[in-house]
């Protein structure tokens, strides 16, 4: 199948280092101490922060640091063909733990020893890149709840088909087979965090493929950016004094 | 849960007793209801609906299947509800398993009826496109994203805006498929039939607290709660199901009266929701 | 972008978009530069000896911002006030929190800070006022002083090994009765002089709690003297009959009254739309916004509709606007 046309158009009619529209919006979940809704093109998650607070499970607690924890899950309706999965399968169960781990490298979790830190991440609608979503919204909702981090996590996903490297794969581009790299940066001290591929690619391709995902992951990040910064800019004139 | 002083407990019955509640309304005011319509866009229709702090998702998807063979003219509705652990940490891994089933099934019984689906508030013989062959099965999935009480309501309210929402592709069936063959079929892109949803009711829950009953409880007016009634009532004034939950008895008196007094909000609810829809809809036509 | 989740119609997007904006105009210049997101480098100069503070980290010889918020400077210190975080604790706040835990000789106590809080018994009056030391009895009777889920009112200790104390050595910090327990994000509450309000002309007592917590209550007599006379008290509690054991129509004559509830929901109705809209909350822009509702005879359930939220953010910036100018 052609995934890009001679006219150098992809299927929704991006070129290949097109990302698609992304939108994100901060406090959508009233109760939670810092939340995030993140669409990517039809992607679209909302991840919500509860803490820093008491260890639920004295037995988790740790002494010098906090402990982080995640838990993604999928809405029913959110995938093309509706299924009804139980709760904690093992691809939801290896999604949280990526994104448990990416966020635990950047919150500075010694500032808050004996306390506990959830972050729970919930798909509305998955078209490809709910990982990269995931830990975009993750991030978002972190900021929002104020909880003191090294650098904002962003992520964008990156793949190679029909010879052409393409930023950004939705559902069709990503089971079409073609190498799919996910990446997580911390864009300010320019470090990779998160680093996922399947199938296999030769060694000049990947650099290139990857190379093209980090330019993707820095645009993320200046919106993000942007965002928030306008946020806490609205929260201070509102505030007032 | 949340938990409660006894002088919040008193403030709160107090309030229910006198009429004026802790955030002003009265015992039969529901809090302003907030509707978007087509939020997720996979689906074949879908709605948010907010009530204060609750806040949930409905969506309707409407795939092909066969008839059950005992209701060949009918077709099949599943609804099914999940608590998102975004709305409370208690959510949790499997700790929102309870309350989901609980809200599935009230909303089966509260939209679908029995079995035989005598009693739905979905007409489930406009779902046939071939008698005994092919209907549409229709998935109704509610998520709960925020949770401040009343979520039966408000997941109600938000699958009949879904409902509203849902555009069934219109079927056209190969002819000559005679017998036993299962039949041919072009499932267009075009054109959508729109759903009929006069006849979806709503839910009204009454939550008795002390001696008398609230509509549209927050979480803090239902911890205290002794029992509730749900009842489901459509446009046509007719009573489509009923759940009663809760530990405490009630009177038969009292919930013959009870039901009197849902159909009367039940009357205002459904007129600002379908106006609320219609803005909705007209919202996203815009958009 | 943080957005009001109201329902509002065309005119009263436009009026509220305008309120914000001239609240935007209004607020003064230099903190709005100051605004950092986390990562963000904060210029700062290196020769006068400079302190880091909370929310900043050096990395790559720069100072960085941690979390969202506004840099502040003071003198050799350079640190970012983060925005919505949950509460921070200082000595000397005064705080209302829930009771979680009745421990071993002290009470637990949730406070929206990232631990629990403690209150040991022996940091807190006894209800007969005498000062003396703790015998096993008074550790027996804790639950008659505090027990779960008690909304209590208290001061911030200090930090010791096994975390945060409070303390509550006066008559004016205890139990809270009857009222209702609003939360708020905690930087929207300033630390003032005084958290405790006793309205008169509502006769309803509002105590805004440095964490955010903040109760708004029937009013409460107080008598800050440390010894109580003890007769006196004794008979006061006799008169009070236990609650439990009356019945439900006596119970209801108990109730608070019509009219300082109705007085009560008003000002909590006031808190809950200013917190939605972000705006400072101190007592009189409280008391402010409920004369408003009374003078333009909004229906109190009315207060959380679209209308009245647009009609707040026009009064905040014409107050702010008014204040400036003087």
Same mark, same amino acid.
């Given at each position: 199948m052609e995934y890009v046309s001679p006219e150098g158009l992809r299927l929704d009619g991006r070129r290949p280092m097109e990302m698609r529209q992304i939108r994100a919006e901060i406090g959508v979940v009233a109760k939670a101490d810092g939340s995030a809704l993140f669409e990517m093109g039809n992607t679209k998650v909302i991840a919500a922060v509860y803490g820093p607070r008491e260890v639920q499970n004295r037995s988790q607690q740790l002494n010098d640091s906090a402990l982080v924890r995640c838990e993604y899950t999928m809405a029913n309706f959110s995938t093309g063909d509706r299924m009804r999965k139980p709760k904690g399968d093992r691809r939801s169960t290896e999604i949280s733990l990526v994104i448990r781990q990416t966020m635990e490298a950047c919150i500075m979790t010694h500032l808050m020893p004996r306390s506990q830190i959830d972050i729970f991440v919930q798909v509305l609608q998955a078209d490809g890149g709910t990982r990269s979503a995931c830990i975009n919204a993750a991030s978002l909702a972190l900021a929002d709840a104020g909880i003191p981090m090294r650098d904002l996590v962003t992520s964008c996903s990156a793949g190679y088909l029909n010879s052409t490297p393409l930023l950004d794969l939705n559902y069709i581009e990503d089971s079409a087979g073609g190498a799919d790299v996910t990446l997580g940066i911390l864009p300010k001290l320019d470090k990779v965090t998160l680093l996922q591929m399947d199938a296999k690619l030769s060694v000049e391709t990947f650099e290139n493929v990857m190379q093209l995902a980090i330019e993707g992951c820095k645009a993320v990040a200046t919106y993000i950016r942007e965002v928030l910064l306008e946020n806490?800019?609205?929260l201070e004139y509102r505030r007032g004094i | 849960m949340v938990g409660l002083s006894i002088g919040e407990k008193h403030f709160i019955q107090g309030g229910i007793a006198q009429d004026l509640r802790s955030d002003g309304r009265k015992r039969l005011t529901t809090r302003p209801i907030y509707v978007e319509t087509g939020v997720i866009s996979q689906a074949n229709g879908s709605a948010r609906v907010r009530m204060g702090?609750?806040?949930?998702?409905?969506?309707?998807? @409407?795939?092909?299947?066969?008839?059950? +063979?005992?209701?060949?003219?009918?077709?099949?509705?599943?609804?099914?509800?999940?608590?998102?652990?975004? +709305?409370?940490?208690?959510?949790?891994?499997?700790?929102?398993?309870?309350? *989901? @089933?609980?809200?599935?099934? +009230?909303?089966?019984?509260?939209?679908?009826?029995?079995?035989?689906g005598s009693g739905a508030g979905i007409d489930l013989s406009s779902l046939v496109v071939v008698?005994?062959?092919?209907?549409?099965?229709?998935?109704?999935?509610?998520?709960?994203? *925020? *949770?401040?009480?009343?979520?039966?309501? +408000?997941?109600?309210? @938000?699958?009949?805006?879904?409902?509203?929402?849902?555009?069934?592709?219109?079927?056209?069936v190969a002819a000559g498929a005679s017998g036993d063959e299962q039949p041919e079929v072009d499932v267009s892109d075009e054109e959508f039939l729109q759903f009929d949803t006069s006849r979806v009711p709503v839910i009204v829950t009454l939550t008795k607290v002390g001696r008398h009953y609230i509509v549209d409880a927050t979480s803090e007016e239902e911890s205290q709660m002794s029992s509730a009634v749900s009842i489901s009532i459509n446009r046509q004034g007719h009573i489509c199901g009923l759940t009663k939950r809760g530990g405490a008895g009630l009177d038969p008196s009292i919930i013959l009266d009870m039901i009197s007094v849902a159909k009367t909000v039940s009357e205002q609810l459904i007129n600002t929701l379908d106006s609320h829809i219609a803005a909705a809809e007209a919202g996203e036509e815009e958009s | 972008m943080r957005e009001l989740q109201l329902s509002l119609n065309q005119t009263q997007k436009v009026r509220l978009q305008r309120a914000l904006e001239k609240l935007e105009s209004l607020s003064s210049k230099a903190n709005s530069n100051a605004s950092v997101t986390v990562a963000d480098s904060i210029p700062v100069n290196y020769e006068d000896g400079l302190l880091k503070g909370h929310g900043t980290a050096e990395f790559n010889g720069e100072v960085v911002a941690t979390v969202c918020g506004i840099v502040e400077r003071v003198n050799k210190l350079v640190y970012v006030r983060a925005l919505r975080a949950r509460y921070k604790p200082e000595v000397g706040d005064i705080i209302v929190g829930r009771v979680i835990e009745v421990a071993p000789k002290r009470w637990r106590v949730e406070i929206n800070y990232s631990h629990d809080a403690v209150l040991m018994l022996s940091s807190m009056n006894l209800p007969d006022g005498i000062q003396r030391r703790r015998t096993a009895l008074d550790e027996l009777n804790m639950r008659s002083i505090f027990e779960e889920n008690d909304v209590i009112c208290a001061e911030v200790r200090g930090f010791q090994h096994d975390g945060l104390h409070l303390q509550a050595r006066s008559q004016k910090y205890g139990k809270l009765g009857r009222g209702q327990l609003l939360t708020v994000p905690p930087y929207l509450v300033k630390r003032r002089k005084q958290h405790f309000h006793h309205l008169e002309n509502y006769g309803i007592d509002l105590i805004i709690g440095c964490n955010g917590f903040i109760w708004v209550g029937e009013h409460v007599h107080v008598t800050d003297d440390m010894v109580v006379d003890q007769v006196n008290k004794s008979e006061q509690d006799d008169a009070k009959p236990d609650e439990n054991s009356i019945s439900p129509e006596d119970q209801e004559k108990n109730y608070t009254r019509q009219e300082t509830r109705g007085n009560i929901c008003r000002a909590a109705n006031a808190i809950r739309v200013l917190s939605t809209l972000g705006f400072n909350i101190t007592v009189e822009v409280i008391t402010e916004t409920v004369d408003l509702s009374t003078s333009i005879n909004v229906a109190i359930h009315e207060m959380l509709g679209s209308e009245f939220y647009v009609l707040v953010a026009e009064k905040e910036s014409v107050r702010r606007s008014m204040t400036k100018k003087k």
């Open positions: 806490t800019k609205q | 702090a609750t806040d949930v998702i409905a969506s309707v998807k @409407a795939e092909l299947g066969r008839p059950n +063979a005992l209701q060949p003219d009918k077709g099949k509705v599943v609804v099914n509800v999940d608590c998102s652990p975004t +709305a409370a940490p208690m959510f949790e891994g499997r700790g929102g398993e309870e309350l *989901s @089933a609980e809200l599935s099934v +009230a909303l089966q019984c509260c939209l679908l009826g029995g079995k035989s008698e005994g062959k092919i209907c549409w099965d229709l998935y109704i999935d509610g998520l709960v994203v *925020s *949770s401040d009480g009343n979520l039966l309501d +408000a997941l109600g309210a @938000a699958i009949k805006a879904a409902l509203s929402n849902t555009g069934i592709p219109k079927v056209n | -």
